[in-house]
């Protein structure tokens, strides 16, 4: 497949990074399954545990991106866009046609498969972007990743404030926009998430504008969840509603003014001093000279991002040829903090580690988002959209502030992000106990404990797999990784969750269970759960310390060189 032209200059990634924020909104559908669950469940008459295995098949769609990783070395961003834009179609429209009672009612197994497709376009629209975006951006990869995920994060309080403002609270209005509004705001963007000449890490601009974005998005996290508390409290008429969705719309459009400032005010090329190792020369001529100490080797992400759309593999027989007649040197393995193939990965204890601790935090995580509408009836909560905006704002928080906090001690300490995960999953253990206690006034505690550390656990995998197994083959790494999402969910929400509250159910004697006896048991387990994530994470820390010294130590990002490649 021929090489992809590289979008040069410093606008276009900046430009390529607004667009993707819109898509990770846009990404984040699969967090509406609260909102238009109890609508599914009595209009086709379901159980709780029939329920909860429709929120498996939701959170296996949204987390099995195989796929999606292997297309982003093969094809162009948009491509796998537009495949995420045809399943997103597909999948929610057949979900409406059951809730609108257009066609009704549809067999069970139809919706489950409905489900995966609709919420596994998260996946295609997720990997495009994130990969993407990480390799426009290499010199910052913990910052990117928690922006773009904590965008993905906030869009649960878009969604529900979209919801209540927009659609007067329809599930069938709600899955229609999903239906038709996702796929036209990605086929907008779709042109503008492109591969870019990364910008230069040495201009302190870089910096500012990451600020700006960061702070843009914690101030529209902030109103979001203040219009909901707003919405809930106060009737309002249709001219301020519409102003208020109004306002988020000007807050999505801000991280445009990065692009449109670089654009009025250039920057004076004269006052840039390349750093050893910046990536502008790849926006130079072919062949142009170079003298400063390449950032990165030549194996690894940055240099080869010309080649990212090629095919991967070469010929096997070509190659023992080639190092048969001494054409070339055989290739040693490559280590930690290199770039890994998928196959050389996956045979790594350091590789299942991170996996697992993955799995037990964010699994435990899922089932309470999934259930986090019968656990606010449960608890007394009649409107349980405040729970909801609670939940995703705080797992915004969890998402921005875990990629700039472990930036920050990564690069002055050298403390692998791992530590992060180990002390967030503590605290899941504090806010799972708080839940199955059930004390007065502890509900929405919990929740925003349980919210952030979800967010934490969420993000801070997407850097560590990148740095140590590289970016050349990340895509398909981070997609295996998120496996660990719907297997959680089948495991801890399908199987634990919904029986222990149908048997609680069944005792009361109806289908819809009230007290705290429906999750404690259910709590109490997954508290155990994080404890046992924590020991593991903890363990991982120690193991991959070494390697963090060896790409911090001189405070900035730095790749071992691979002479022998």
């Not at 069938?172 to 907008?188: D, E, M, Q, R």
């Not at 001219?239 to 999505?252: N, T």
């Not at 003014?257 to 130079?284: V, W």
């Amino acid at each position: 497949m021929a090489k992809l032209k590289l979008k040069a200059g410093s606008r276009p990634p900046w430009v390529g990074l607004a667009a993707a924020l819109w898509v990770q909104i846009s990404a984040g559908n699969a967090t509406n399954f609260t909102l238009y669950s109890s609508a599914l469940k009595s209009v086709s008459g379901f159980s709780q545990q029939q329920l909860t295995f429709l929120g498996v098949a939701n959170d296996i769609g949204e987390s099995v991106g195989l796929l999606p990783g292997i297309a982003c070395n093969r094809f162009p961003p948009w491509t796998v866009l537009l495949v995420g834009v045809f399943a997103c179609f597909l999948g929610y429209g057949v979900i409406w046609l059951d809730v609108s009672q257009t066609i009704h009612p549809l067999p069970y197994w139809v919706l489950w498969i409905a489900l995966v497709v609709a919420s596994n376009s998260n996946a295609w629209f997720s990997t495009a972007v994130l990969v993407t975006n990480m390799r426009n951006f290499p010199l910052s990869r913990g910052t990117v990743a928690g922006i773009l995920k904590g965008y993905s994060g906030i869009s649960a309080a878009v969604y529900t404030v979209l919801y209540s403002l927009l659609l007067e609270q329809s599930a069938s209005k709600l899955l229609l926009f999903l239906t038709l509004g996702i796929p036209v705001i990605c086929l907008a963007m779709m042109y503008f998430v492109r591969p870019c000449t990364p910008p230069s890490g040495e201009d302190s601009s870089v910096h500012v504008h990451f600020v700006f974005t960061q702070a843009a998005s914690v101030l529209l996290a902030i109103y979001l969840l203040t219009v909901t508390i707003i919405y809930d409290k106060v009737s309002l008429s249709d001219a301020v509603s519409h102003v208020l969705l109004a306002i988020v719309f000007l807050f999505l459009l801000s991280p445009l003014g990065i692009p449109i400032k670089m654009s009025l005010f250039r920057a004076n090329a004269e006052t840039i001093t390349p750093l050893a190792g910046s990536t502008e020369h790849l926006a130079e001529g072919e062949g142009a000279p170079s003298q400063s100490v390449p950032l990165l080797s030549p194996s690894s992400s940055t240099s080869n991002l010309g080649s990212f759309f090629e095919s991967e593999y070469a010929s096997d027989v070509e190659t023992l040829l080639a190092e048969g007649e001494g054409a070339v040197k055989k290739k040693r393995r490559p280590r930690r903090g290199e770039d890994f193939k998928f196959r050389e990965a996956f045979i790594k204890a350091d590789f299942w580690l991170l996996w697992i601790v993955y799995f037990l935090g964010v699994g435990s995580g899922i089932t309470v988002l999934n259930n986090l509408a019968q656990i606010g009836l449960a608890f007394g909560v009649e409107n349980t959209t405040i729970l909801l905006s609670l939940f995703s704002f705080c797992n915004f928080v969890g998402r921005l502030g875990s990629g700039a906090l472990s930036e920050h001690f990564v690069r002055t300490r050298t403390i692998p992000r791992t530590l992060w995960m180990a002390c967030t999953l503590i605290v899941m253990v504090i806010a799972f106990v708080l839940y199955a206690l059930a004390f007065s006034g502890t509900l929405y505690v919990s929740t925003a404990l349980l919210g952030i550390c979800y967010g934490f656990q969420y993000n801070l995998m997407v850097p560590t797999a990148s740095e140590l197994f590289g970016l050349e083959h990340f895509g398909i790494i981070y997609s295996f990784m998120l496996l660990g999402n719907p297997v959680g969910a089948l495991l801890f929400s399908g199987l634990l969750a919904g029986y222990v509250y149908d048997a609680e159910a069944a005792k009361q004697g109806s289908s819809t269970c009230l007290g705290p006896e429906c999750f404690r048991l259910t709590f109490f387990v997954l508290a155990g759960i994080c404890g046992l994530g924590s020991f593991l994470s903890l363990i991982l820390t120690i193991r991959i310390r070494p390697v963090y010294q060896m790409l911090y130590a001189s405070g900035s990002f730095r790749l071992p060189r691979a002479s022998d490649h």
